[in-house]
């Protein structure tokens, strides 16, 4: 049976004629990454005839590849000399720029990344020269977000939780607040959002406290 969508999803996407409901493209919805991780589970194996176990989920945003090709350079695709600088524009070109009438066009549009993933990879792996740098990269990107670890080995999830590299949100009873922000629909938009919000709290005479939240 498929996954009930997030009510925004539903809401915001009803009248879009790609709209196909809750899919993989989207199973990295919830803010708290462990949770999306049950979605991405879930919503993968839909699509397989057998269902797959897996050891765990890594997830990587487009600054994690930037960082990463500084280190090991720049690849070729397509004839094309492919950097850090230009990644995200080249394989928004390439998944945008295709004839929607094409099934084939429509089902190999994001191959750049499918290509380029793999020799990113290679080149880690293959580059012992470079290896203390890129240890150093990997654990910036962990401490900042931009890489995220998931396991099913609870030894492992538990080294990941405590270093607080598994995306978790912990809310607190006291006081809690989380601003996130969601590209609807395949969109890249939030690439070129700059969050302007304020949280304050004042109190009055008797000590009770209001909290205020202001979005732009």
């Given at each position: 049976p498929q996954i009930e969508p997030p009510y925004p999803l539903n809401d915001l996407l009803k009248d879009d004629a790609f709209y196909?409901?809750?899919?993989?493209?989207?199973?990295n919805w919830d803010p708290d990454f462990a949770k999306s991780v049950k979605n991405i589970v879930a919503l993968y194996n839909e699509g397989q005839e057998e269902e797959v176990e897996f050891d765990g989920v890594i997830a990587l945003d487009i600054s994690a590849i930037e960082q990463l090709m500084r280190i090991v350079g720049d690849i070729e695709y397509n004839a094309e000399k492919?950097?850090?600088e230009n990644i995200f524009h080249k394989a928004q070109f390439y998944s945008k720029n295709i004839d929607l009438h094409s099934v084939d066009s429509l089902e190999n549009r994001k191959n750049m990344m499918k290509e380029i993933a793999p020799e990113l990879i290679s080149r880690i792996i293959k580059s012992p020269s470079r290896y203390s740098q890129t240890i150093q990269e990997f654990h910036s990107l962990l401490n900042n977000k931009h890489l995220l670890l998931n396991f099913s080995k609870p030894s492992w999830q538990k080294i990941v939780l405590k270093k607080s590299w598994g995306g978790e949100l912990n809310p607190i009873a006291d006081d809690f607040i989380h601003v996130n922000v969601a590209n609807i629909g395949g969109r890249k938009a939030d690439r070129y959002i700059v969050p302007d919000y304020s949280y304050n709290v004042t109190f009055d005479e008797s000590g009770v406290g209001k909290a205020y939240l202001d979005i732009d």
């Open positions: 196909k409901g809750f899919v993989f493209r989207d199973a492919i950097t850090a």
